[in-house]
C-alpha cells in the first residue's frame, strides 16, 4: 500500500535553516507530483509548494516563496523539502502528500518547532 | 482566493449535517472542490474529490455538490455517527496554487 514517511523535523532557532525528506513506497513514485502541506498548532491546512514528475515544474505559496526549496530524488523515492530563514510561523506539522487530481495520500507528519 | 467554511456545525447521531463552503472571487464550477476529513491526531484522508466523487472506502452517507448560484460547495454527511466527528476541509484550485478552506469542526452530540 502507499506509504508517505517524512522525517527532518525538530526545533530550530529563528533564521536557521531546515531539510524535510519524505520516504516514499508502495507505488511508483516517479509516475507523481508530490507536494507539501502544514498545519501550524490548532490551525487549518495550508498548502506549501508542488513539483512535477520529473521536477521541471514548481510552484510555491507566497508564504514560502524564496525561503523553501522542493525537490526530489526519483532514483530514492524521495522528496524533499529545504527550509530557510525559518520564522516563529513557521512551526507546524508539515506533511508530504501525493498530487493525484487531488491530494489522495498523506503521510503522518513531521513537526518543525521555530523558536529561540 | 478565499474559501470561507462555518467554524463548527454539530448535530445528534443519525442525523444529517451540510457543510458549505463559499469561494470568495472566480466561479466555484471553475475547478474542482475537494473535501478532507481529519480525525484528532491524525492526517487528513480525502472523502470527496471533484466535487462529488466518493473515494473507494468512503462509506456513501457522504456526498458532496457544487451550487453555482451561491457560488459554494457544500458536504453532506447522511445518518452521522460517532466517527465522523472530526475537521473537515474543502479545497480547490486555480493558478497554479492549491487553497483549503478554514476548517469545519463536527461535533456529535
Known amino acids: 500500500q502507499v506509504q508517505l514517511v517524512e522525517s527532518g523535523g525538530g526545533l530550530v532557532k529563528p533564521g536557521g535553516s531546515l531539510r524535510l525528506s519524505c520516504a516514499a513506497s508502495g507505488f511508483t513514485f516517479s509516475d507523481y507530483y508530490m507536494t507539501w502541506i502544514r498545519q501550524a498548532p490548532g490551525k487549518g491546512l495550508e498548502w506549501l509548494s508542488y513539483i512535477a514528475t520529473t521536477g521541471n515544474t514548481i510552484h510555491y505559496a507566497d508564504s514560502v516563496k524564496g525561503r523553501f526549496t522542493i525537490s526530489r530524488d526519483n532514483t530514492k523515492n524521495s522528496l524533499y523539502l529545504q527550509m530557510n530563514s525559518l520564522r516563529a510561523e513557521d512551526t507546524a506539522v508539515y506533511y508530504c502528500a501525493r498530487l493525484y487530481g487531488h491530494f489522495d495520500n498523506w503521510g503522518q507528519g513531521t513537526l518543525v518547532t521555530v523558536s529561540s | 482566493f478565499m474559501l470561507t467554511q462555518p467554524h463548527s456545525v454539530s448535530e445528534s447521531p443519525g442525523k444529517t449535517v451540510t457543510i458549505s463552503c463559499t469561494r470568495s472571487?472566480?466561479?466555484?464550477?471553475?475547478?474542482?472542490v475537494q473535501w478532507y476529513q481529519q480525525r484528532p491526531g491524525s492526517s487528513p484522508t480525502t472523502v470527496i474529490s471533484?466535487?462529488?466523487?466518493?473515494p473507494s472506502g468512503v462509506p456513501d452517507r457522504f456526498s458532496g455538490s457544487i451550487d453555482s448560484s451561491s457560488n459554494s460547495a457544500s458536504l453532506t454527511i447522511s445518518g452521522l455517527k460517532t466517527e465522523d466527528e472530526a475537521d473537515y476541509y474543502c479545497?480547490?484550485?486555480?493558478?497554479?496554487?492549491?487553497?483549503f478552506g478554514s476548517g469545519t469542526k463536527v461535533t456529535v452530540l
Open positions: 471533484e466535487n462529488n466523487q466518493r
Open positions: 472571487s472566480g466561479s466555484i464550477a471553475r475547478n474542482s
Open positions: 479545497q480547490s484550485y486555480d493558478s497554479s496554487t492549491y487553497i
